[in-house]
């Protein structure tokens, strides 16, 4: 009760931080002045002129906050099981709302060529400045989160222990999920997950890259080659990272068989019988120390 009490507690002052930081940046959009002649979108005031700094600041604030999180190892209480401490929570829906942020914005600032939605440079300031608490937070989350996963050597367990043997487990288990046959002997992430991962890692690496070169041409007069592929490289990232965000909302909240990892994503937990049952290898490593990995062939099964 108090784990539930003390993730409760970040998840609302998490919102309550993102909301005053959207509140601040439409009240700084609609705050002017504007000069005359119109400017468009580099109008002032764009707190990516006037508050670039903490831009800057947000990774280093991550890196100091994943120094001083302790993680929790998974571990069966009862009739439940420890999936996500609260750490992974945060890593989770930071990331999260940084990202639809971002993307929101985004396409409505005309991103990857296509028509911009907003046309005044008041909407277009506000559209911007809600994209700059995106991108602060996205810096925050994700040097959060690797500074997190390489301390504490979790980076092994997203990971495929090879493509083929994934790739098999995955269609095993959406075979299994319309009735086609036995679960395959899961760890704690489906084997579509470890496929999935790099995808959703080198694309965050990327926007983030490109998007400090982004705020950095607001000081500096960087190379208009470099910035014209800083633009191409951000948008393409931007729309893999959009279609890893849709696929992922839709297996993790719209389909019934997601909703324990769903919700383990609020409490951190899910039933013993559902770790039993989808996440075989997982279970079987918290109950009786075995290590084979997900994807790897089950030597019980050859040699029978």
Known sequence: MVRMAKRGAVGILLALALAAGVAFAVSSALSGPYPAPPVGVSGSPLLFKSASWLIWLAPFAGLLAAGLSKRSDSRIEGDRVLRHDGVAILEHWSHGAATVLLLVTGLALGAIGLPRLVAGRVEAALALNVHYVGAALFAFAAAYYATNTLLSGRLREHLPSSVGGALKDAVAHYRAVFGGGEFPRDGKYFASEHLTYPIAVLGSAVILVTGLLKVA?????????????????????????????VAHAIAGALVPWSWPLLRSMFTGFVTVEYAREHHKAWFDQLTHGERREPDEPDERKLSA
Not at 220 to 236: E, I, Q, T, Y
């Open 217 to 245: 041409a607001y000081a500096f007069d960087l190379p208009g080659g470099l910035m014209a592929v800083v633009r191409v490289s951000h948008d393409v990232a931007a729309v893999a990272l959009g279609v890893f965000l």
